[in-house]
């Protein structure tokens, strides 16, 4: 912790000031940038990683192919992850509607993340992925660009439905390897009850459909119990010869009812299969729990990990029972346990 | 010409080389002409329209097989659609070999649309084309098939359907729509574009599913499924009686005298359902009313179309012919509707 070290002392690693969701980061030069769910995707800056300060959105206005597919989005943008590639930032981010799969997740790039920078430029690129109700059983919302060890760049991302896909991209970085090349899998998913309708993500959270029309008491109590494929925002890190890949288990976004959690499975290959540790696979619903809620956080979630100076870090967001389940961002050092498991506190804040 | 159908493989081949002999020595004795003509004919996925006075039946086979006849009992070969796959089919599956599944033949608005099914067996590394001509007549001096690429595409580890056996249907409104499937998590109803060989994108792409078996959750993404997984293909949509009917074939197809292929049914009043059975269970849900099924002749019947040639209407479908080691043959059976409008068929 030794990079944090301020005028006040050793920073905590977790300011309770900044209300986040979905939270990713990175840095440039001396400056660390925070990207999350927000308004044309809402940014934050800071060179301590304690204090932060508001910069403008990327988006002033909605990209104009979001409208081909979502005629009435509201620039309201998800989840976004960043990366640094080539001398190129690539912002992905995702446009959907809450409880429908009618999604898409878009790029954009900067060549520098500094606003007074005379270069500073967001250039969006479309569409990389889509998903359409009826069509697919995922969500294209959540995504993540990882590279694999011979460079090739894939797309992690989604979903509730049946699960988080993994996708090959083009050396580009903004659109899918399509014929004999492309390359899709499935690494994580959860039980889904096959009578579930296709256009419901597994929380009857979607306003076009008549849940009591549509399924009796007992599937709709599994619906309000997240026993029907609730995972989402899968992150890869890669780490001492595996690919990690942390995901969000259970219910988002509802303050002090939320029930997120943090769990995390491990591959050598960037396709998977992704075990345990007791070695189940987290496609058949597998995980081996990272963090969870405890007396003061009703739940915590949508992990991204980070080596900055040599530490890693977990960065997600934790919905604070002191101030009504607001989400609040967390940024915790990740140590690892002899058998290379990673482990997070929640406590001594 | 000489169909080589890849999934008539458990007779030896020294069998099957003579059955082509045999069939090749009539059709060079006689030439082709009306005393060929076969009544009980091999085909497989069979599907039929008529032009003038002439009923041409397309199925599964080298480049598509072709049959005509003028009776609908005496049926004679035609040339095969394509002499060579569309070069399009090499980036869907770059080992095809141009034996193409389970073609669906329209007729709008002047023009005749072939669709056909690229696959390999067991994956859902597939498309579905669609070629055009203006005649099915070979005589005709327009007669020209002209390919327009994929319509729609599946990919393994992307999607839990199969983009095989199309059946195009044009709704009350004029509206068109391609039903297809495919083992996996079902059978889909997606909206076309008014050009026919698009599907509708953006704020007007419509999707559903319309027939699906129970699927275990586990099994691999890349597993189509088996006789307790999700085991339904060949959807074909016939309007009759103020409602869509969905046939549907359940159960195992191409194992000769081990196919265990059935037709079932349920219907809608709304194109993209839900389609319901007769006990009003959702087809969605594993419904499906019993049309026919295999008895004493035949292992199993399946992969139905339906039509109506001068005011009565038939069903089309292939049956493993147990008098024949299992050798897929052409059936067509008169369908009559009962008196809750449900279709019925019988062998006898």
Not at chain 1, 114 to 120: K, S, T
Not at chain 2, 51 to 75: K, P
Not at chain 2, 253 to 265: G, Q
Not at chain 2, 278 to 290: P, V
Request: proline share 4%; charged share 25%.
């Amino acid at each position: 912790m030794s990079i944090l070290l301020l005028g006040e002392g050793i920073v905590k690693a977790q300011p309770r000031d900044a209300t986040v969701h979905d939270p990713v980061m990175i840095k440039q030069d001396d400056t660390y940038y925070l990207f999350h769910t927000g308004q044309g995707i809402s940014v934050k800056s800071s060179t301590d990683l304690n204090n932060w300060t508001e910069e403008d959105q990327v988006f002033e206005s909605t990209p104009e192919w979001v409208f081909k597919i979502l005629p009435d989005f509201g620039n309201h943008i998800w989840a976004p992850d960043i990366a640094y590639h080539d001398g190129k930032y690539y912002l992905y981010y995702s446009v959907s509607a809450f409880g429908r799969n009618n999604s898409a997740i878009g790029v954009a790039t900067n060549t520098t993340l500094h606003p007074d920078d005379p270069d500073f430029e967001w250039v969006d690129h479309g569409p990389v992925v889509q998903s359409v109700p009826g069509r697919d059983m995922w969500n294209a919302i959540d995504p993540n660009l990882a590279f694999d060890d011979d460079g090739t760049p894939w797309m992690t991302f989604g979903s509730f439905w049946m699960g988080l896909k993994i996708v090959k991209l083009k050396d580009n970085l903004t659109e899918v390897v399509t014929d004999t090349a492309e390359e899709w899998h499935t690494v994580a998913a959860r039980h889904r009850y096959w009578k579930l309708d296709e256009r419901d993500a597994g929380d009857s959270a979607n306003p076009e459909l008549d849940y009591e029309e549509l399924y009796p008491d007992d599937i709709l109590e599994m619906n309000r119990n997240m026993e029907n494929g609730a995972t989402e925002a899968p992150f890869i890190f890669k780490k001492d010869g595996y690919y990690y890949l942390f995901i969000s288990w259970d219910r988002c976004c509802r303050g002090v009812e939320s029930t997120y959690k943090i769990m995390v499975g491990r591959s050598k290959d960037i396709t998977g299969p992704y075990l345990d540790r007791s070695n189940k696979k987290l496609i058949h619903g597998g995980g081996t729990l990272v963090a969870k809620d405890n007396d003061e956080w009703a739940a915590v979630g949508h992990p991204a990990a980070y080596t900055f100076e040599g530490t890693d870090y977990l960065v997600f967001h934790g919905y604070d029972i002191s101030e009504d389940g607001r989400p609040k961002l967390w940024i915790s050092e990740i140590t690892w346990d002899e058998e290379d498991w990673p482990q997070i506190s929640l406590e001594g804040n | 010409m000489i169909n080589n159908r890849d999934y008539v493989s458990t007779g030896s081949v020294k069998k099957t080389f003579l059955a082509y002999c045999f069939v090749g020595l009539i059709l060079i004795a006689t030439g082709g002409d009306a005393e060929a003509q076969n009544k009980k004919i091999s085909v497989h996925d069979p599907v039929m329209i008529k032009q003038d006075q002439t009923y041409y039946l397309f199925e599964t086979g080298r480049g598509i097989s072709v049959w005509s006849s003028t009776d609908m009992q005496n049926w004679t070969e035609q040339e095969q659609i394509f002499d060579s796959a569309p070069e399009w089919t090499y980036e869907v599956n770059p080992e095809f070999r141009n034996h193409m599944w389970a073609p669906d033949i329209t007729h709008h608005d002047g023009t005749y649309y072939l669709y056909y099914s690229v696959s390999s067996f067991g994956r859902n590394a597939s498309a579905i084309g669609v070629a055009t001509n203006t005649t099915l007549h070979p005589d005709d001096p327009d007669f020209e098939w002209v390919d327009h690429g994929p319509v729609v595409e599946s990919v393994p580890g992307r999607d839990l359907w199969n983009a095989i056996d199309p059946n195009l249907t044009i709704d009350d409104e004029g509206t068109p729509w391609l039903t297809f499937g495919s083992y996996w998590l079902g059978m889909k109803l997606v909206k076309l574009q008014d050009n026919l060989t698009h599907v509708a994108v953006d704020t007007a792409a419509e999707w559903h599913t319309i027939a699906a078996r129970h699927r275990y959750w586990k099994l691999d993404e890349r597993d189509a499924g088996d006789t307790e997984n999700g085991d339904i293909e060949a959807p074909f949509i016939f309007k009759k009686n103020g409602y869509y009917y969905l046939f549907s074939s359940w159960d195992r197809c191409c194992a000769n005298e081990k196919s265990t292929y059935k037709v079932v049914v349920g219907r809608s009043k709304d194109i993209t359902g839900p389609y319901l059975d007769r006990a009003g269970k959702d087809m969605r849900h594993g419904g499906g009313t019993l049309v026919i099924r295999g008895n004493e002749d035949w292992a199993g019947i399946g992969h139905n179309s339906a039509y109506t040639f001068d005011g009565t209407d038939y069903l089309v479908a292939h049956g493993y012919d147990l008098s024949d080691e299992g050798r897929s043959k052409l059936i067509m059976l008169e369908i009559e509707w009962d008196e809750g409008d449900w279709p019925q068929v019988s062998l006898d």
